[in-house]
């Protein structure tokens, strides 16, 4: 968003020097719901972060404002996004995943009845867009993606301490 003359302002236990770097300013999260236009989630899935985006939270953003959400489906409630949206409270809503989307996603499902009535609703909307778990296919995404696994493979194939391992519980 800066690089399209926006001012950026952003909400993280965890401040980044890169987002400072890039214009960035951190505010509390009560001032991005209040003087954000456009709000972009990029935080993961936790306890803490489910339903961050939620009908208390709708009700104080910006009326009109854009929800773009390309981190994890269950960050939004998105049957309080359907009503924000139906009331013109949130102005338009763009998502590259949905909290239910098990089955829905990287199947043709053209000819099917989809029997989840809440993304059919979401999907009738002029102002959302869906597009189902495509964000990630860029050219350096992949390539990230391939790099780190291959360098997994090599270094437990070599017996060294994998950087990514994921403790199973």
Known sequence: MAGFGCKVIGFDVYHSPAFEKIGGRYVEAQRIQA???IISLHCPLTPETHHIVNARTLA???RGALLIN???GGLVDTEAAIEALKSGQLGGMAIDVYEHE???FFKDLSSTVIPDDVIQRLVSFPNVIV???QAF???E????ILGTTLASISDFAAGRPLVNEIDAP
């Open 137 to 139: 296919f860029t050219r």
């Open 131 to 133: 597009t189902g778990h």
């Open 60 to 62: 104080l953003v910006r």
């Open 70 to 72: 390309t981190s994890r």
């Open 141 to 144: 995404a992949l390539g990230t």
């Open 35 to 37: 003087d954000a236009d």
């Open 102 to 104: 098990a089955g829905l």
